[in-house]
C-alpha cells in the first residue's frame, strides 16, 4: 500500500523533490502545501509559489496557508484521511504539536546541512562563509525544538573550490531530492533508524540580511572577503561604498602581485585594485547603483571622463 504523503515547501528549490515523489511508487502525494501568493516582478502583479505551479500542472490537490498551525478544519481533513507522512523543506514554518500529531509515521524535515551543524535558516551560506570542504543533507523527525530532532538519513556532499550560494543550492536540491527517495525505501523495508543529535556540537546559521554584504577592506582579510562574495551570490550580493556612492561588487579575485595599504586603492592597467587586512583584490566587476554592471576598465575610464575625486569609504 503506498504511503500517503503530505508535502510542504515553498522555493523553486524544492521542485526536484516533488518530481521524485510524485514519480515514485510508493508514495500517494495527497497535498502540497505551501504559501500563499505574493506580489512580484515590476508590475506587482500575484504569483504562485513554484510548489503550486507543479500542483497545477501534475493534478495534485494544494492548499496554501500563511499559518499551518491554525488550519484547524484542513488538519483534521488530513488526520480523517489519515496521512502517514509529512514531508517538510524550505517551508519557514514552524509546527506545533497539534501540526506535528497528525501523520501516523510523522512529519519530517529536510535540512540541507550535515546536523547539527548549521542548525536554522542558512545552512548553505554558513558553510561557504566558514570555508567547509563539504556539506550535506539530512532528514529529522520533527520535534518542537528547531532543526533538534533524530536523524535517519544523512548524504554528504563535496564543496567544489568554484561553488557559491547559488550553485551549491542546485547540488543541495538535488541531494534532498534523492534523500527523500532513500527515507521512502527505508520505510518501506521497514529499516527506518534514528540516531540522536550531539547537542555539544550544535552550531547555528542565522538569517542572512542584507547588510551582511558589506564590506569593509580595512577589517577584512582576503580569505574573508572570497569566502564572503561566494556566500552570498547571488543575495544578498557583496558593496563598498566609493566617495559615500553604494557599489555593488558582481566579481573579484585576489591578488598577488601588487601591495596596497588595507583600505588604499590603485588603477593599474585598466584593473581596480584595493587593499584588504592581509592583501590585495581585484574589484573585476561592479555596478554602481541604478546603473549596469561594469569590467572595472569600463568604471575607470568613467571615473577619469567625470573627474570623479574618487575614494573608498570607509
Not at 551560506?125 to 563539504?134: D, I, K, R, S, V
Amino acid at each position: 500500500m503506498a504511503i500517503k504523503i503530505v508535502f510542504f515547501g515553498t522555493p523553486e528549490f524544492v521542485i526536484p523533490t516533488l518530481q521524485e515523489l510524485i514519480k515514485n511508487k510508493n508514495v500517494e502525494l495527497k497535498y502540497i502545501v505551501s504559501m500563499p501568493d505574493r506580489p512580484a516582478g515590476r508590475g506587482q502583479l500575484l504569483q504562485s509559489p513554484a510548489p503550486v505551479l507543479f500542483a497545477k500542472e501534475n493534478n495534485v490537490p494544494y492548499f496554501q496557508t500563511e499559518n499551518i498551525n491554525k488550519e484547524v478544519d484542513f488538519l483534521k481533513k488530513l488526520k480523517d484521511d489519515s496521512i502517514d507522512l509529512f514531508i517538510v523543506l524550505a517551508f519557514s514554518q514552524f509546527f506545533k504539536i497539534n501540526t506535528l500529531s497528525v501523520p501516523s509515521i510523522g512529519c519530517f524535515n529536510i535540512h540541507t546541512s550535515l546536523l547539527p551543524k548549521y542548525r536554522g535558516s542558512s545552512p548553505i551560506q554558513y558553510a561557504l562563509l566558514n570555508g567547509e570542504t563539504t556539506t550535506g543533507v539530512s532528514i529529522q523527525r520533527m520535534v518542537k525544538k528547531m532543526d533538534a530532532g533524530d536523524i535517519c538519513i544523512q548524504r554528504q556532499l563535496a564543496i567544489a573550490s568554484d561553488d557559491h550560494a547559488e550553485s551549491l543550492s542546485r547540488k543541495l536540491s538535488t541531494e534532498c531530492a534523492l534523500a527523500t527517495n532513500d527515507l521512502i525505501k527505508n520505510i518501506c523495508n521497514h529499516s527506518l533508524a534514528f540516531v540522536a543529535q550531539d547537542e555539544k556540537t550544535v552550531s547555528f546559521a542565522k538569517i542572512i540580511k542584507k547588510e551582511d554584504g558589506y564590506l569593509n577592506f580595512k577589517k577584512e582579510s582576503t580569505t574573508t572577503i572570497i569566502r564572503k562574495f561566494r556566500a552570498y551570490y547571488p543575495w544578498p550580493g557583496l558593496y563598498c561604498f566609493f566617495d559615500k556612492k553604494r557599489v555593488k561588487i558582481n566579481q573579484l579575485s585576489i591578488e598577488t602581485q601588487i601591495s596596497l595599504p588595507p583600505g588604499e586603492y590603485l588603477f593599474n592597467n585598466s584593473r581596480l585594485f584595493v587593499g584588504c587586512m592581509d592583501g590585495v583584490v581585484r574589484l573585476e566587476n561592479i555596478q554602481l547603483e541604478g546603473k549596469k554592471p561594469q569590467q572595472d576598465s569600463l568604471f575607470i575610464n568613467g571615473i577619469k571622463s567625470q573627474n570623479w575625486a574618487f575614494k573608498i569609504n570607509p
